[in-house]
């Protein structure tokens, strides 16, 4: 258990699970905004809502990093995680943001996937992420990982085809603007998900 | 006073002051550049030239801290520290090369007023790296990195409305293409700011 | 000598010289894949064959990191020099899948040009790292350093010119996102391969 050498008074897992929560929230509304073919204003301030509660939980953990000089592992890694989480929730927001921007109305089948495997992304994340608190969950963590690293090379292939089919029929060049963003932008949520695995797979070996 | 603990000889302090100075000049003279709406060589070539300058007061810093022991305040937040203002210099040039390389002549107000905002984000970046040397300036750094995520808030809503509006009234792509990179360049400098402001934000609360 | 430093059973000179091989690998057959005109499937295959090997000896690395306690040089550096080593062989990778989306058949010879000066860089990468084992290397390491810096200011330049030269004679906006995109991922190769040189020139600072 890493939790024994915990400082009284601040609980970094607790924290970083408050984190992993809000970006399985973004991600949950994500899939729900584009799955339905209608955006709503409605759907684009929750997700905008669930980023500045993100926001606030990880300056929270910068805050405690700094005021704490005991912590349950690397302050490098504590940083690297708390940024990298934060980052998952950024990103989702940015799309939304670009799907209001470009006043982006009918959703199209290939985003509907994408927010498809980055729920399912972000879900192994926060298993790996609750996991941390107690190292008898090895196993589970490890396993999360790979799916983690699973899902984005899926989401690799996935960007690859639909750009390449985006350039093929799509005739309207600022339609290909748009849409090669948004796509690239979905494939960077599945890369960021790989990074907060790297970070967690490096703390559970320095632990093991 | 954080200078107490400093070896003599390397004055972080002093260089971090000369490198905010060099984001200062970058950021009036590009202000002076697009304000008024015809883009001279000479104008061009005086960036650059702050640039080459910024880049030397960065390897100064780079080499200082690999030669020195003892440092005033963390060696990661020093190395982030350099870069980060390193990095605000190099994407105002980066901006402008855009500017000569897609031959564009004539500014539009939009990126006047984003110049604007970035000026007033760098001056702040600047009262809060100057503040540094003393402690007793607590308040008023902490007061200019508010300014500074502020401004990046600001930046961040000009970046949406005006894409929104050169997606909905420019008909010609390549346009398109020149000018949304460029708006997002702007913006880009606000974040690298809100980044330096979180650096010396961190340093301050170690402190404390 | 840093070998002598060496924990018994880890040679991270030994791991980062594969890494180095790896990219000079990923560069030359990037080199012999445009310069023929033609895009052969598989020449694709044998660069993505080469991005995987370096995958599995940059997570190697930091396997190995994680696991060692005492390391010939500043952990945080050994996990920066993978790291980097690592996006230069995916960055090249990434510009080989792009030509493949894109159905870009024709090779112009301005990405012939990028692809010869990163092949120069990447050897001069290669010759830093190799030198590193041996600190009487001094002066070559050093040399190979500024080789690497020079080629990033040539590939600046060379940038600039071919995208000033794309947005004005080039009238379709579908081949202007394509090309665009390329050639700056092009450039991308040399920022990446300074930042490896960047690298390289902290360490031997240190150990002076």
Chains 1, 2, 3 share one sequence.
């Not at 995680?81 to 927001?93: F, H």
Request: one cysteine or more.
């Amino acid at each position: 258990m890493l939790s024994k050498f915990f400082p009284r008074g601040t609980d970094f897992f607790e924290l970083f699970e408050k984190q992993a929560g809000y970006a399985v929230d973004a991600a949950v509304y994500f899939k729900k905004l584009v799955s339905d073919g209608v955006i709503e204003q409605k759907e684009i301030e929750k997700i905008s809502s669930i980023e500045h509660q993100g926001d606030e939980a990880t300056h929270d953990i910068f805050n405690q990093l700094n005021k704490t000089f005991i912590t349950p592992f690397d302050r490098e890694d504590i940083h690297d995680l708390a940024k990298e989480l934060d980052d998952i929730i950024d990103m989702i927001n940015t799309i939304v943001s670009r799907l209001e921007v470009y006043k982006i109305t009918r959703i199209d089948k290939n985003l509907i996937e994408f927010a498809s495997v980055i729920e399912d992304s972000v879900r192994a994340v926060d298993c790996a992420v609750k996991g941390m608190r107690n190292m008898k969950n090895y196993k589970s963590i490890s396993e999360a990982c790979v799916e983690v690293n699973r899902l984005e090379n899926v989401g690799d292939a996935m960007r690859d085809k639909v750009l390449a089919e985006l350039f093929e029929t799509e005739k309207d060049p600022i339609k290909v603007i748009k849409w090669k963003e948004i796509y690239q932008d979905a494939e960077t949520v599945l890369d960021i998900c790989e990074d907060v695995a790297h970070v967690v797979d490096s703390i559970i070996v320095k632990q093991a």
